[in-house]
């Protein structure tokens, strides 16, 4: 099979209300899609989010770049393309954002017509190793007039959409105020929804700290990204030897190098490499691999059409996150997955590749 074709667009859709975490807002969910065609009529079809709001930018790359790499080349071999492609993130003074997500749409697209060639899902291609995994939202956005209540009823509703849990957003407000929203969530919940917290490195490591100590009787499924970048990796590293919450991170790293780092630290208990940072599915595995290989799980924040296919292809994955359909209005259109769901649980689908029906008339 050869890859005949690539292109890519950005695509926006404007949010019904503004989403605030601890250190930045989204008005709008901003993807790149990437199509390919090949001469053995398999289509490939992906996409990614777009948190820098730089869409055009990574398209115009793939449409201009990445794909003088794929055409003419079998998809199948997509650890040699990668390798390939990579060069072209080493640029120091273009935008390694821009190349780093043109790179992972390229390569998750490979891995997709490689899927479609077997006739196999992403899932039974990597290796099925569970049936289904918890669903938990990424939810719990600040708001200027959000109250408790609002939250209570926020967490009451995702327990109705059929998620098992919540990933709180934490580190906007001051830690007893934070503290009091996930005694909130916990108690609005019940003793068996999964709840795990994500600070977006809003913290210094002693008010991580005076939160984690704070939090240690509600049963945090883990903590998430809980100090600043600066020195992260020693303050993660100081944070995990104090606190009996497992630490989750390695989303701000961009390289398996990272992630190694991260492990020989002792800085976390769950890994969660973006592979829209880091250059794909490809660096996503091989960090899943080493993982593994120290006794660490996995997680895949933020792209739940990825995530629904990585955790059933991971012993040692966590749950499956996503988002509200008002924060993510694109999983639940694009992905079947979503509508498939059953008490609170993702479960694989009949479908080849990743999943990923596009429509054409919402991408025009």
Known sequence: MK???VEAKAFKVKLPTNFTGSNYTYTHKKCV?????????????????????????IAKMINEDFSKILIGRDPAHVEILWDEMRPMARN????????LHAQALSDI??????????????????????TSASIIAIAGYYGPHKSLIDLAKETKNLIEIGCKGMKLKVGGLSV??????VKTVREAG?????????????????????????????????????????????DLS???KMTDIPVCAGQSEVTLAGVARLIDSEAIDICNLHPGYAGGITPWLRSADLARENGLRVANTGEPQLSASLMLACEHGMSLEMYHPSRDPLFPKFCPAYRERINGEIKPTNL??????????ELN
């Open 238 to 240: 100081k944070f995990r």
């Open 33 to 57: 899609f990437a199509q390919a065609k090949t001469d053995q009529g398999i289509e490939g079809f992906c996409y990614l989010g777009d948190d820098f709001g730089l869409g055009r930018k």
């Open 109 to 130: 697209l490979c891995w997709d017509l490689y899927a479609k060639s077997e006739n196999k899902s992403m899932i039974t291609l990597l290796g099925k190793k569970r």
């Open 3 to 5: 890859i005949l074709s």
């Open 92 to 99: 120091i003074l273009g935008d390694r954002r821009i190349a």
């Open 190 to 234: 019940g003793k068996d929804f999964l709840l795990a917290v994500d600070a977006n490195q809003a913290w210094a490591l002693d008010e991580a700290l005076e939160f984690a100590r704070a939090c240690e009787h509600l049963d945090l499924l883990w903590i998430e990204e809980p100090v600043h970048w600066d020195n992260d990796i020693a």
């Open 176 to 181: 007893s105020e934070d503290f009091r929203r």
């Open 352 to 361: 080849n590749g990743w999943g990923i029906l596009p429509e054409q008339n």
